[in-house]
């Protein structure tokens, strides 16, 4: 089976520019999540989608990130414009259903310099 | 609200040595509890689980009671290796709805095995 794919795996960029990560979850999950894991930290919700409804997005800086899924499979996770502390690993998982436990991608490591 | 809290690192230990990771938590209703790690330069990865009180998860040489009496899921594991070094996350899911449902992180405690 096959697991969550991310992508990129590294990006750097400039503060104030944009960025944009990719996940494509588990084959029939419906529950996807994204976590911001910064350096020394354990991972933080973002975002959490059923199917192609947002569930929680409470802690999402909404004025600067933005996320979709469209047609309830992969995602897309945005950052505009970028800033420093935004620095982190961007982790996606999914899952089956809400309380089963949550299968992780590899993350993208952000460096906003 | 919803959080857990876990031991601070990073915790050292010989190998063969025992190891206690502890971790206790603040959930409305009955959640699910987990434990996840991350080996250098990897993503996260479900360790073991335990989903009503008095479970106990294992895996790996792990093991992780569910105490709902002192709202705690500590982390066992008898003679640890080098190969154990990592970090080590508890988290919870809760069952009830209250506050949505998603999987809540501790901070992570980083595990050093030394030869």
């Known amino acids: 089976e096959a697991g969550v794919a991310q992508s990129p795996r590294y990006k750097i960029i400039e503060k104030r520019q944009s960025v944009a990560f990719w996940c494509n979850p588990i084959s029939g999950h419906a529950t996807l999540y994204w976590y911001q894991q910064i350096l020394g930290q354990g991972p933080k919700l973002l975002i959490q989608?059923?199917?192609?409804?947002?569930?929680?997005d409470s802690q999402l800086p909404k004025d600067r990130f933005s996320a979709e899924r469209l047609k309830g499979v992969d995602s897309t996770l945005k950052i505009q414009p970028a800033k420093l502390e935004d620095s982190a690993v961007y982790l996606c998982a999914s899952s089956f259903a809400v309380n089963t436990e949550a299968f992780f991608g590899q993350g993208t490591r952000l460096t906003v310099v | 609200g919803n959080s857990v809290t876990q031991m601070e690192g990073p915790v050292t230990l010989s190998e063969e040595a025992f190891l206690t990771i502890n971790c206790t938590y603040t959930?409305?209703?009955?959640?699910?509890l987990f434990w996840y790690v991350q080996y250098p330069g990897e993503g996260l990865q479900l360790l073991l689980k335990a989903t009503k009180a008095d479970d106990k998860g294992s895996n790996k040489g792990f093991e992780a009671t569910y105490r709902k009496e002192t709202t705690s899921f500590h982390l066992e594991k008898g003679s640890v290796q080098v190969s154990d070094s990592a970090v080590y996350f508890c988290?919870?899911?809760?069952?009830?709805?209250?506050?949505?449902?998603?999987?809540?992180f501790g901070a992570g405690t980083r595990l050093f095995v030394k030869a």
């Open positions: 959930a409305t209703g009955y959640p699910s």
């Open positions: 988290a919870l899911s809760p069952l009830d709805g209250t506050g949505g449902f998603k999987t809540i």
């Open positions: 989608f059923q199917n192609n409804g947002v569930v929680d």
